[in-house]
């Protein structure tokens, strides 16, 4: 019924930056709530921003004053703009599609690298 498909991903020095571009294919996206996540190698997967369809934001601890979640719904499309870039922030993200009595939706990720 959805399908979630991440972009962006790469390698990238520390302290530089990155967005990450997350394409649903729904018929009617503004609805949804969506978020990223992102999983490192032997770490649980950990919540990193949401949006909601009415455009609220939330971010973890870690990546506030460095990363922006936003979405176009005309596009169907949200995006996860990573300045600042740290080595710990080295994972797979993954994009997330959620509706209440609908559940949720999971892409397949995109790799980010930060190393110099």
């Known amino acids: 019924q959805v399908q979630l498909v991440e972009s962006g991903g790469g390698l990238v020095q520390p302290g530089g930056s990155l967005r990450l571009s997350c394409a649903a294919s729904v018929a009617i996206f503004n609805i949804y709530d969506m978020g990223w996540y992102r999983q490192a190698p032997g770490k649980q997967r950990e919540l990193v921003a949401t949006i909601t369809s009415g455009g609220s934001t939330n971010y973890a601890d870690s990546v506030k004053g460095r990363f922006t979640i936003s979405r176009d719904n005309a596009k169907n499309t949200v995006y996860l703009q990573m300045n600042s870039l740290k080595p710990e922030d080295t994972a797979v993200y993954i994009c997330?599609?959620?509706?209440?009595?609908?559940?949720?939706?999971w892409g397949q990720g995109t790799q980010v690298t930060v190393s110099s």
């Open positions: 997330n599609l959620n509706r209440r009595f609908l559940g949720s939706f």
